[in-house]
């Protein structure tokens, strides 16, 4: 179900490779007769009059900032947590210890990589590689090892910063503007894959601005330069010894390499590094809601002018968003006149704003434009939910859901917030709208379109009158699993039994 979040599940696929035949070599190239007027205004490139790269010189100079890292490893602290650095075919390059053909050994280490940014000692690297230490050490590119200290880190971004103490000056790189940073412009990763320390791999930028669903600023800048587990925390270079990105996390079913690598932007790294030096954390903008995308069927269901934008779906109580009157329903487009097409636009461009400050939203409600001036609180630490089980059916309709009040003891089972009124989806008939849409049992109806629902009797009065539209569809907002979101239900799809 679109924006709902779903138990994880682990899916594999097999990967297909083909090869494409009669590539044009040596500047020739294969044109068909009587094609050739067809070419006027076609792209011509400009190709460069450099051979092969050699990125040797660009090795020799930047290695001696670049470290590895060697974490000691609190297992109970990973024991009481749940780990989520692996879903379905994603997964993170973890930090590795140990003979390149061995796992993790059960014991306490594990490695991973880094690099230097000034001179005093400051080391940024992955939180993923330092998450659970119960201490670290750094050691050079010439074989000494020093003890590190953890000045702050970031979970949501994956960044971490370090500082070691030398006793001297020490030799550095400098993060570049990674917004310069092109797709197909050659790029070099540095690290210690497997424990194997510096190694260098090539390749070229495949793609900016990736969303991998690893959190929700993700914008990373994906790479084909071979990216191994204890890649993670090193640096991403271009042939010009910019830093423009931080290896972080590859796309793969086996946790190997298979040239589909990314890599955080110098730009968002550089920004949380200045965050976590001055104040050990990271002070982001927060609104206070819970957003979704807008596709054509919720478009439709809600009558929205057009499509896009972050649907708000919950409205946290006391929140800037709740004191500036934003109700669920709302459809957010735009964030100081920047346009907002999807909900992590909307998360990263309130994320950017200091908490404190005044920003104007602009958003539809009810088909018309409304504008409003939030004052951005700080973002809060995220909270989540167990999901229970439902209680004795109470009303079925056309839809195919059958609704139970909210009983004391249903509340504690689904962890409901207090105050939370709405109808429990005790069964789902099927074949079923309710059951093609997604919704399930243990679900809890909040309200039928934007009009909120207090009892199952309530809600089955709004589903009726809202299913007499023209177009037969309707938008439920559901509660599940700590989360609340839009769905729309369509009530002239065919159903069984």
């Known amino acids: 179900m679109p924006g709902l979040p779903k138990s994880p599940k682990l899916q594999r696929g097999a990967l297909a490779a083909m090869l494409l035949a009669g590539t044009a070599l040596g500047g020739f190239a294969v044109v068909h007769a009587g094609m050739a007027a067809t070419t006027e205004g076609a792209i011509t ?29 609190d297992m109970e602290q990973m024991a009481d947590e ?40 400051t080391v940024v690297t992955n939180n993923h590689v330092v998450e659970h230490a119960k201490s670290i050490s750094v050691a050079m590119d010439d074989g000494t090892e020093l003890p590190a200290k953890l000045i702050g880190r970031d979970p949501r971004t994956d960044v971490a910063v370090l500082r070691v103490d030398a006793g001297h000056k020490l030799p550095f790189i400098v993060l570049g503007d990674s917004d310069t940073v092109r797709p197909g412009e050659w790029v070099v990763a540095m690290g210690n894959p ?18 991998i669903g690893a959190g929700p600023y993700d914008s990373f800048l994906q790479v084909d330069a071979p990216i191994n587990q204890g890649n993670s925390g090193g640096p991403l270079f271009t042939q010009d010894g910019k830093v423009v990105g931080m290896n972080t996390a590859i796309l793969s079913p086996t946790g190997g390499s298979i040239g589909i690598g990314f890599a955080i932007p110098a730009n968002m790294v550089k920004t949380v590094v200045a965050d976590l030096e001055k104040d050990g954390h990271v002070a982001r903008g927060y609104l206070g809601v819970t957003a979704q995308p807008v596709t054509a069927e919720m478009s439709k269901a809600l009558h929205l002018p057009h499509g896009g934008g972050a649907l708000v779906a919950a409205v946290e109580p006391g929140s800037p968003a ?28 309130v994320a950017a704003v200091k908490p404190g400050d005044t920003t104007k939203l602009e958003y539809v409600r009810d088909g018309e434009k409304q504008t409003a001036s939030i004052a951005v609180g ?3 630490n995220e909270k989540t939910a167990d999901r229970g089980q439902a209680g004795p059916e109470e009303h079925q309709g056309k839809v195919g859901l059958a609704l139970a009040p909210i009983s004391p003891e249903m509340r504690g089972k689904l962890d409901l917030p207090e105050g939370t009124k709405g109808a429990i989806v005790a069964a789902v008939r099927p074949g079923s709208p309710a059951e093609a849409a997604g919704i399930e049992a243990g679900d809890v109806v909040l309200s039928v379109g934007t009009k909120p629902v207090a009892s199952p009797e309530e809600a089955v009065r709004a589903i009726r009158a809202a299913s007499k539209t023209k177009d037969g569809t309707l938008a439920l ?15 002239n799809k065919p159903t069984e039994g």
């Open 82 to 121: 749940t780990s989520a650095d692996e879903a379905g075919p994603r997964s993170f390059p973890m930090p590795h210890s140990g003979h390149p053909h061995e796992g993790r050994p059960q014991g306490a280490e594990a490695r991973g990589s880094g690099f230097i940014i000034d001179a005093e000692g």
């Open 378 to 380: 700080e973002l809060p």
């Open 45 to 73: 490139p400009t190709l460069s009059a450099h051979g092969v790269p050699d990125f040797a010189d660009l090795v020799a100079q930047v290695k001696p900032a670049v470290v590895s890292i060697t974490v000691k490893l």
């Open 477 to 491: 907002r559901i509660f599940r699993d700590g989360q609340a979101s839009f769905i729309a239900v369509d009530m």
């Open 194 to 211: 497997f424990g194997l320390g510096g190694t260098v791999t090539a390749g070229i930028v495949s793609a900016r601005g990736r969303d």
């Open 322 to 349: 709740a004191k500036a009157g934003l109700v669920p329903g709302d459809v957010i487009d735009q964030v100081e006149g920047k346009p907002v097409a999807t909900p992590r636009d909307l998360a990263v461009d």
